[in-house]
RNA sequence: GCCGAGAUAGCUCAGUCGGUAGAGCAACUGAUUCGUAAUCAGUAGGUCGCAGGUUCGAUUCCUGUUCUCGGCACCA
């Protein structure tokens, strides 16, 4: 009996491992439970789910649980795995679930069990007297439980609603063995070490400000990346037949108006008062238009694309705009490079017909898949379908989330379904990038759209010699410059390929009595449009190497008195360690092999 | 925006149970001219995030505030 109640579910998971962690991870939160009750009586449950990693519980306590807290918490939860209780299932009746947990005191559970499907069985854990509401599957006893570690505290909402009581997660990992649970601490310091923003102030690649929240200060050697990415992308874009194209910043709140930006999202824009301030004048008096910083591109393009008679001759026409936007994200929200209020998209908009939204779209995921598989980023394709608030019709929507579904499958890309979760405007296809610490960040994005050529008014003649509405897809392959660096960075751990990396070669004198040699390789590289920097500093050239190694430099030419009698260089890649002599130009040639933007044609 | 934590030298961090601070690296000066992961010696560097309060005295305690971090919520 209690062997099969814990075979209970196990076809749901992908692998019998998965099974078993989850089972394992999701028993640990109740034991957890079990302790924060000992820790403070009249502790209120939540939800305990297992996560990818681990577990967390969201308990309502009377004051903030604190790190020294977790460590009570530890203690007794130590306790609980020592007692070795097993875990049973019963099945129980509503009124018997109601009335258990209504007496005890949780009335977040009596408020679960009435969202219950009434068909729905109840069933309830019980460890050692510890019981859970919970269809589990459970590990056979708390002794299965021993290597776990309580990991942080935050504050989270009853049922993820922003409206309800905001109450205690405690976070959690636990591993089937200590060497697994070791191995996981460990990671985490590792990866750590490769978070984007310690990366970013080691390498000198970008800052942020106080005076300026949310807004990178892009230092020479970022810039340089960023700008190399951007033109890459351009590049490769107008490969694609696209049409590059520069916008303004500011408009007109009538804009924002038509666009809907002005109903829908005003309050993450920055907006202001035309008119010079006059003395006296109060800002009500001001009868000056308001003004408003752009969050995004397609008004614009919406704008160019009506600025004349349009042909279906010219469809798709492909704008593309690496433009400055700005969003007036919450503080709260903020975060390094993955989350900012300025930024710039690799955006682009296509104006198309619907016979033509499939091959566009499919081409799309092609372009987008390429341009990954490039850098050797793994993403996730997302689909995402009509939401409950939506504008239009229900069997346009139908016609276009089958013609995003059927280009994903022409693409054969795997990707998942998020039912409900499209924009209020039209379905789309989003690609997610994990992070360093494994969160995972929306980069990639396809989004159709019918309302904003409406909202436009956007016609093109067509063969019939009639009008009629083009759709719109927004599209972004990197998404945001700032946040896809920030992810690149991550990536590489900051050892860039030699394509975007800001210094490509560091000569590097053993003495000075070689300086001569040098100041003219630097110059031959230079003139051969490496991008060179020399250290001639007096330390010792095992110093300069060591320094080299901590910049992640992917060359460095060694210039000693060998080299200044046979003219050559002594080379030292980051990757592949020392090459040995080479003459100049067998550097240059191999550096601008190296150097080709992968993805250019 | 919400819950919690934090802010000390350019960077990483220590410290002061209230008596205005310290290390390593980096910088600068001098010596050294050296062959693939740290040459030696010296010098300089800080309104201890900002503003108030308590106190004889605050970087330390309290309040507010800005920013950062971990989550939550948000994320056309």
Redesign the pocket.
């Known amino acids: 009996m209690a062997v099969e109640d814990h075979e209970r579910g196990r076809e749901a998971f992908a692998s019998e491992e998965e099974y078993r962690l989850h089972a394992l991870r999701h028993s640990t939160a109740h034991i957890m439970a079990e302790a924060i009750g000992v820790v403070f009586p009249g502790a209120r449950f939540a939800i305990g789910p297992a996560t990818k990693d681990g577990f967390?519980y969201d308990v309502d306590v009377p004051?903030?649980?604190?790190?020294e807290d977790l460590a009570r918490i530890e203690e007794e939860m130590k306790r609980v795995v020592k007692r070795n209780s097993p875990f049973e299932k019963k099945v129980v009746t509503r009124d018997e679930a109601v009335a258990l947990f209504g007496a005890a005191g949780q009335d977040f559970k009596v408020e679960r069990i009435s969202l219950l499907d009434e068909a729905a069985e109840i069933s309830i854990y019980d460890h050692g007297g510890f019981v859970d509401l919970c269809r589990g599957p459970h590990t056979p006893r708390t002794g299965n439980c021993k290597h776990f570690k309580l990991?942080?505290?935050?504050?989270?909402?009853l049922y993820?609603?922003?409206a309800n009581k905001?109450l205690?997660?405690v976070?959690g990992t636990v591993w089937p063995t200590k060497e697994a649970l070791d191995q996981y601490l460990f990671r985490l310091e590792e990866a750590k070490k490769r978070?984007h923003?310690?990366l970013g102030?080691?390498l000198g690649l970008f800052?942020?400000?106080?005076?300026a929240?949310?807004a990178a200060f892009w230092l020479p050697k970022g810039e340089d990346l960023y700008h190399t990415l951007s033109e890459a992308m351009r590049t490769l874009l107008k490969d694609e037949g696209y049409v590059p194209v520069r916008t303004p910043m500011v408009f007109d709140k009538a804009l924002?108006e038509t666009?809907?930006?002005?109903?829908?999202?005003q309050e993450?824009m920055y907006h202001f008062a035309e008119g010079h301030h006059h003395e006296g004048a109060s800002d009500e008096e001001d009868d000056s238009r308001i003004l408003g910083l752009k969050?995004?591109n397609?008004p614009s393009h919406m704008l160019i694309f009506g600025s004349q008679r349009r042909s279906y001759r010219e469809l798709p026409l492909r704008i593309h705009d690496q433009g400055v936007l700005h969003?007036n994200?919450?503080?709260?929200?903020?975060?390094?490079l993955t989350?900012v209020r300025q930024f710039c998209q690799d955006d682009a908009h296509i104006f198309c017909t619907h016979e033509q939204i499939q091959s566009e779209v499919a081409d799309l995921l092609n372009l987008v898949r390429r341009v990954y598989e490039c850098f050797g980023l793994g993403f996730q394709a997302k689909l995402s379908t009509r939401p409950q608030d939506h504008l239009g019709s229900v069997a346009l929507w139908d016609q276009a989330e089958e013609s995003l579904e059927a280009a994903l499958k022409q693409a054969g890309l795997e990707y998942k379904v998020n039912v409900g979760d499209g924009?209020?405007?039209g379905p789309?296809i989003d690609f997610d990038v994990l992070d360093a610490?494994?969160?995972d960040w929306?980069c990639a994005?396809i989004?159709l759209d019918f309302q904003?050529p409406q909202r436009f008014e956007l016609r093109y003649i067509g063969a019939d010699n009639a009008e009629h509405a083009p759709v719109v897809i927004?599209r972004a392959i990197f998404g945001s410059f700032e946040r896809f660096i920030g992810i690149l960075i991550e990536h590489y751990a900051g050892a860039f390929p030699l394509w975007l990396s800001p210094e490509h070669v560091r000569v590097m004198?053993?003495?000075?009595?070689?300086l001569s040699h040098g100041l003219a390789v630097t110059a031959a590289l230079k003139a051969a449009g490496v991008k060179v920097t020399f250290n001639n500093?007096?330390?010792?050239?095992?110093?300069k190497?060591?320094?080299g190694?901590?910049d992640k430099v992917p060359y460095?030419a060694?210039?000693?008195?060998?080299?200044?009698?046979s003219g050559g260089v002594?080379?030292?890649s980051r990757d592949h360690?020392?090459l040995?002599?080479l003459s100049v130009e067998d550097l240059i040639t191999r550096l601008r092999a190296e150097a080709r933007v992968p993805f250019s044609a």
């Open positions: 967390f004051r903030s649980i604190t790190p990991l942080k505290i935050s504050g989270a909402y993820g609603d922003s905001q205690q997660r976070y978070d923003r310690r102030t080691q800052m942020f400000h106080d005076y929240p949310g924002w666009s809907g930006h002005w109903a829908h999202y993450n969050p995004m397609c969003r994200e919450v503080r709260g929200a903020l975060g390094g989350r924009a209020f405007y789309k610490l494994g969160r929306q994005t989004q904003i927004h004198t053993v003495s000075e009595k070689s500093n007096d330390d010792k050239i095992g110093k190497i060591r320094e190694i901590g460095m060694i210039i000693g008195e060998q080299e200044l009698e002594a080379v030292r360690g020392e040995g002599a």
